[in-house]
């Protein structure tokens, strides 16, 4: 059921709120994208790695993420949506 503000109209705020989840997941998720864009230029040199070293960091944060995921559920129910939503000001960070 939507919501009206006080005048009866419908608002778009819960556009907002949806333009605003989707640019800060896109970020997340560009973030994880750096250690693959630096790996030539900066990493690899700095480091003396080689492209196995890469295969190696990349698969265990593949699978810790994966793992942690399966109590990300549990966490967010206990946590409760609006809190997790509201980022890491919940932690007092």
Do not use: C
Request: overall charge neutral; charged content about 15%.
């Amino acid at each position: 059921m939507q919501q009206a503000n006080g005048n009866g109209k419908m608002t778009n705020y819960r556009w907002t709120m949806v333009i605003l989840l989707f640019v800060a997941t896109t970020i997340n998720y560009l973030d994880r994208q750096v250690l693959s864009l630096t790996w030539d230029e900066f990493i690899k040199p700095e480091f003396h790695w080689n492209e196995d070293h890469y295969g190696t960091i990349t698969s265990i944060f593949s699978i810790v993420y994966a793992i942690s995921m399966l109590f990300a559920g549990r966490f967010v129910d206990w946590l409760g949506t609006k809190k997790d939503f509201s980022g890491p000001s919940v932690f007092g960070r």
